[in-house]
C-alpha cells in the first residue's frame, strides 16, 4: 500500500508559528512521525508540501493510479480551494482530512471545509498524531465501511 502525504501552506513553519494553536512539534517531526507509522504499519508513504495550490493540485492529479490513499492537510486551502475539491473528486482515491487544531473551535470561516465532500473521515485537534490515525484509517480499509 503507497499513501500520499499532502501539506498546504504554512505548515512547514510548524515549530514557529502560533504556537498556543499548533504547538512546538515541527515540520520535521511531523514528517518523522508519518514515516515511522508508515514503517510501522508496513506501508509506503510520500511527504508533500507546497504553499501553492496548482502545485498541489498537480501533485493530487500525479497520484492517479500511483497510491492507495491520500492524507491531506489543505491548510488555508481548507476554507478556499474548489480546485482541491475538484482534484480530489477526479482522482477518487480515499482520502483523510487532517487539521492539526480544533478547526471547528476557531474563527466562523475555519468552519467551512470545501474539500470535506471529498475525504470519507476527518481528524481534527489532535496535533500531528492525526496524520498517524489518517494513515492507519486508511490501512484498515475504514472508507470502505
Known sequence: ???LIIN??????LGIREKNIYGSETFDNLIESCHKTAQKLGVEIE???????GD???????AYGKVDGIVINP????HTSIALLDALKAVN??????????????????????????CYKTI???????????IESLVKGEYNK
Not at 498546504?8 to 513553519?13: A, D, F, L, Q, V
Request: proline fraction near 3%; include cysteine; hydrophobic fraction near 35%.
Open 56 to 62: 498541489l493540485v498537480d501533485k493530487i492529479q500525479q
Open 8 to 13: 498546504g501552506p504554512n505548515i512547514n513553519m
Open 93 to 118: 482515491i480515499p482520502t483523510v482530512e487532517v487539521h492539526i487544531s480544533k478547526v471547528e473551535e476557531r474563527e466562523s470561516f475555519r468552519q467551512i471545509s470545501y474539500i470535506r465532500d471529498a
Open 124 to 134: 481534527t485537534g489532535c496535533g500531528i498524531k492525526g496524520y498517524s490515525m489518517a
Open 1 to 3: 500500500m503507497k499513501i
Open 75 to 78: 491548510a488555508a486551502y481548507t
Open 47 to 53: 511527504c508533500y508540501q507546497s504553499n501553492h495550490e
